[in-house]
Nanobody, 128 residues
Framework: QVQLVESGGGLVQAGGSLRLSCAASGRTFSSYAMGWFRQAPGKEREFVAAISCSGGRSYYADYADSVTGRFTIPRDNAKNTVYLHVNSLKPEDTAVYYC??????????????????WGQGTQVTVSS
């Protein structure tokens, strides 16, 4: 059974930074893309960022337009962990952040329906 455990959320002032972590177990982590999504109150869950598996090549990262240049998504396969470094935070970044594993090895998606395992979420609150 795949398990994902997020950590690192919290309350931060606008302009601040956080490092979110997602520890995975139960699947060959290195063969699957990993994604971060977020859901604000009253809104649908939305794509934030994703990182490909290596596949013998360099990693490829994809970002939503709203976070490009502010967020990065490194992964450490030795630790079965993917991170989300969130910088220059804005009040509109306030949401519950979820990590997820792509259901198909060796590909990467933005669609939530392409991810089959999810963590419990970690709250990020940005004050103005």
């Amino acid at each position: 059974q795949v398990q994902l455990v997020e950590s690192g959320g919290g309350l931060v002032q606008a302009g601040g930074s956080l490092r979110l972590s997602c520890a995975a177990s139960g699947r060959t982590f290195s063969s699957y893309a990993m994604g971060w999504f977020r859901q604000a109150p009253g809104k649908e869950r939305e794509f934030v960022a994703a990182i490909s598996c290596s596949g013998g090549r360099s990693y490829y990262a994809d970002y939503a337009d709203s976070v490009t240049g502010r967020f990065t998504i490194p992964r450490d396969n030795a630790k079965n962990t993917v991170y989300l470094h969130v910088n220059s935070l804005k009040p509109e970044d306030t949401a519950v952040y979820y990590c997820a594993v792509d259901r198909t090895p060796m590909v990467m998606h933005r669609d939530t329906h392409e991810y089959d395992y999810w963590g419990q979420g970690t709250q990020v609150t940005v004050s103005s």
